[in-house]
């Protein structure tokens, strides 16, 4: 019996065993006990103002049942605090580095004020041990976003150091079901919850980027989430590892896709395979399907990204879906139209190509058209000009491509427009986006997510010049090319 059918009949005095429609009832309770994050004290009464404190720090968490782990922590846990806020709301951190080492925040593809991108050397200098930065911007889209550093950003996010961050939009459709955010990663333990050496695997650890040991949802192993048969949960899915692709099955369900990067953008078809590759975000619709009382496991499927990276690997466990005894309900329809995406128009674009390269001689040493991150020359970019970008990855691995500051379109007619910071870009393929550099002047990066690749040097930056400011002290940069 189809959901629109009896939906269709609901007002006609069917039967009283009819079930009720998903809006009618809530999750089941304590839905997400074992899936919340700490959410930080917001030290500011104005309701549009969200302002808290972060330290990083080395903290024991407990990941492994019985050990503790030194994690390098935001606040004291693994994943960092969670923060969230609504579209147009001020955010201030006042951020304490209490590591080690140096560090920067990334707040990844949120567009903030390029001083506030937290890109180390470029748009700040690298906050010291024991040093202080205010990172201050509003929030100018709804999405799911997180945070990390941006300095030996292979390591530092390895051990630790991330958090979610949700922008919401009140005008969200709410047939969606409430939502709850799976912040994924992985973590590298030996038996004893101690970290594994940050240079593991040496060369071949770079090459092939370093994936943990350990999967984690929101910090935790193999958690348990509780649904009701129909009862729809939107899941909002962060990829923060520093090199492993998430290709998530449910046995027996698919997922509808809303959109990702940058919030909602069209509703996909159903899928079986919900993929999301670092520093991706997905955005979907899961509707428990099993009968009540039953147990299903959400599962890691090996995802071929290059050379060996599925070779003798099976499925992990990653979430327990447990559907409660409560009766079935009615799942909503999702609207079919979300958002509105223009395209972007290229009529005068400029166009260039980015060949993500590998050179292997005693190291590993990565880069864009043949050049690391440390010999290369930033793009020169006019302000308002739109760009082009053939992205092309002859190389033996799969490389998502994130780029700061913008959001862009993929250029495939085959795509469902979406707004996104980070596209994988797969072995031996190509692909092309697009992108508006229309506001924010300034200096931007762009790399790949595998944090190892962006370390090897895979990864630039460019200069987004406004033409009616005042010439810097400095001599424009040169072009790449
Ligand atoms: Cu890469």
Redesign the pocket.
């Known amino acids: 019996m189809s959901a629109a059918l009896v939906l269709g009949g609901c007002g006609g005095g069917d039967a009283p065993s009819s079930p009720l429609a998903a809006h009618e009832v809530s999750q089941p309770a304590g839905w997400d006990d074992e899936l919340k994050m700490p959410v930080p004290e917001d030290l500011n009464p104005d309701p549009h103002v969200l302002e808290v404190e972060l330290e990083a720090r080395v903290a024991d968490v407990a990941l492994l049942p019985g050990t503790t782990t030194p994690a390098w922590t935001y606040n004291g846990t693994v994943p960092g605090p969670m923060l969230r806020a609504t579209v147009g709301d001020r955010v201030i951190v006042h951020f304490k580095n209490s590591l080690p080492e140096a560090t920067t925040i990334h707040w990844h593809g949120i567009r903030v004020p390029n001083e506030m991108d937290g890109a180390p050397g470029v748009t700040q200098e690298p906050i010291a041990t024991g040093g202080e930065f205010r990172y201050e911007f509003v929030l100018k889209d709804a999405g799911t976003y997180w945070y990390h550093p941006h300095t030996d950003s292979s390591t530092q996010v390895g051990r630790g150091l991330y958090g979610a961050f949700i922008v919401d939009d009140p005008s969200d459709p709410k047939e969606f079901g409430d939502d709850v955010v799976l912040l994924l990663s992985d973590i590298g333990l030996d038996e004893n919850g101690q970290l594994v050496p940050a240079d593991s695997g040496g060369n071949f650890g770079d090459l092939f ?1 370093r994936e943990g040991s350990t999967l984690l949802v929101n910090g935790k192993v193999l958690p348990t989430l509780k649904v009701r048969n129909g009862k729809q949960q939107r899941w909002r899915v962060i990829n923060a590892s520093r090199a492993r692709y998430y290709n998530l099955r449910l046995r027996n369900h698919r997922f509808m896709r809303l959109g990702g990067d940058n919030g909602l953008a069209a509703r996909s078809a159903d899928v079986y395979n919900l993929i999301v590759t670092p520093g991706e975000r997905a955005d979907a619709v899961f509707t428990p399907a099993d009968p009540p009382g039953t147990r299903n496991l959400l599962r890691w499927v090996p995802t071929e990204r290059g050379y060996g990276s599925t070779y003798n690997r099976s499925s992990e466990p990653m979430l327990n879906i447990e559907t409660v005894a409560d009766a079935p309900v009615l799942p909503e329809p999702i609207p079919a139209e979300l958002r509105t995406i223009e395209p972007i128009d290229i009529t005068n674009a400029t166009h260039r190509t980015l060949d ?1 390269t590998i050179a292997i001689a005693s190291t590993v040493e ?1 880069g864009v058209n043949g050049v690391p991150y440390w010999q290369s020359k930033p793009f020169d970019i006019a302000l308002g000009d739109t760009e082009v970008w053939r992205i092309v990855n002859n190389t033996d ?4 491509f994130h780029l700061h500051g913008y959001f862009f379109q993929v250029l495939d007619e085959n795509r469902v427009p979406e707004w996104k910071d980070t596209v994988n870009v797969p072995n031996k393929s190509e692909l092309t986006i697009a992108v508006r550099f229309d506001e924010r002047p300034g200096a931007w990066m762009y790399h ?3 944090l190892d ?2 370390e090897a040097g ?1 990864m630039g930056h460019l200069v987004v010049r406004d033409p009616s400011a005042p010439p810097a002290a400095e001599p424009p940069p040169a072009h790449h090319h």
């Open positions: 980027g993500l990565m691995f799969s490389h998502p790949c997510h595998i690749h962006a895979m």
